[in-house]
């Protein structure tokens, strides 16, 4: 056989084109029921954060507001003789006082004076423990 | 071969310029065409992956060399004892003369696995004698030796076909 014949098949041959590759199949990754509950987990637990800082923030918010409007407001004497009635359940601030101390030194007294009394027991009876060792 | 584009990645043009031969090549090792085409893709997934490429002295012999290596690695193609698939299209016949394709895939299959390996690297590979001994890890005498016996087997076989068929 001759070396040109050998040429020649072997052109014949190149004609062929060997096939490329078929594209590699894209494999779309899915989240393992594990994984999914993991996320899931993460997810709740961050919105339960999410809510808890949202009510301490809510809370402490309405809680300064609440001290900022009673301090804010001029205290007028009324409000003192008021409060000063049922000064077992009124707590007065402390800026309120001061500046109820500064401008009615009269008012101020009677309601400390109101205050004190509530935190002793009652005298008023006949019998109460304080009378009786006050007569002794 | 197709032509690689210039401003393509140097290890995409390499895919699209050798893809089909290391394709035939793979088959030609592991007698799968689903395996030979993991080989093929894992080889190039490799090559970007660890960008080794840059280093080899000879790229076309380097891939070539490296599915072989990965089929070789492979147990189940090591201890393989199936036939080679038949049903796949190897070839783009000229003309689409797939009665031609089918004649020459026979053929091939014919051969013995080192011949049909010698064959696929020089002729639709474009290696030289001394790029397929490296390949294959043997001398270039032998490699030259094999593509000779391989090619008259393949030419008989061939034509014995046409002329049965005719």
Redesign the interface.
């Known amino acids: 056989?001759s070396n040109a014949d050998?040429k020649q098949?072997?052109r014949y041959?190149?004609?062929?084109?060997?096939?490329?590759?078929?594209p590699?199949p894209l494999h779309i990754k899915t989240h393992s029921v594990s994984a999914r509950r993991r996320s899931a987990l993460a997810v709740s637990a961050v919105a339960c954060l999410a809510v808890v800082a949202l009510a301490f923030i809510v809370l402490s918010h309405g809680q300064g507001n609440e001290s900022e409007q009673s301090a804010s407001r001029p205290y007028s004497d009324a409000d003192a003789f008021s409060r000063s009635n049922d000064a077992k359940r009124v707590e007065l601030p402390t800026i309120a006082l001061t500046k109820l101390a500064l401008d009615n030194h009269q008012a101020f007294d009677k309601f400390m004076t109101d205050k004190t009394q509530s935190q002793f027991p009652p005298m008023n009876t006949e019998h109460s423990a304080l009378r009786v060792l006050a007569m002794q | 071969m197709p032509p690689t584009d210039q401003n393509m990645p140097p290890i995409e043009g390499l895919y699209r310029q050798y893809g089909g031969a290391l394709l035939l090549f793979a088959i030609s090792i592991c007698g799968e065409s689903s395996r030979a085409q993991d080989a093929v893709h894992q080889v190039f997934l490799k090559l970007i992956e660890t960008d080794r490429f840059e280093n080899a002295l000879d790229p076309k012999a380097y891939l070539f060399a490296s599915v072989r290596n990965f089929l070789l690695n492979d147990r189940k193609v090591r201890l393989r004892n199936v036939p080679i698939e038949t049903d796949r299209i190897w070839f783009e016949p000229p003309d689409r003369d797939y009665a031609a394709e089918l004649n020459l895939r026979r053929a091939l299959q014919s051969l013995p696995d080192d011949q049909r390996q010698v064959v696929a690297l020089h002729i639709w590979g474009g290696l030289t004698f001394a790029q397929v001994a490296e390949v294959l890890s043997i001398s270039a005498n032998t490699a030259a030796s094999r593509y000779r016996y391989a090619l008259l087997k393949l030419r008989e076989a061939m034509l014995l076909k046409e002329r049965s068929s005719v």
């Open positions: 056989m050998d098949f072997e041959l190149r004609n062929f084109r060997p096939i490329n590759p078929e590699r």
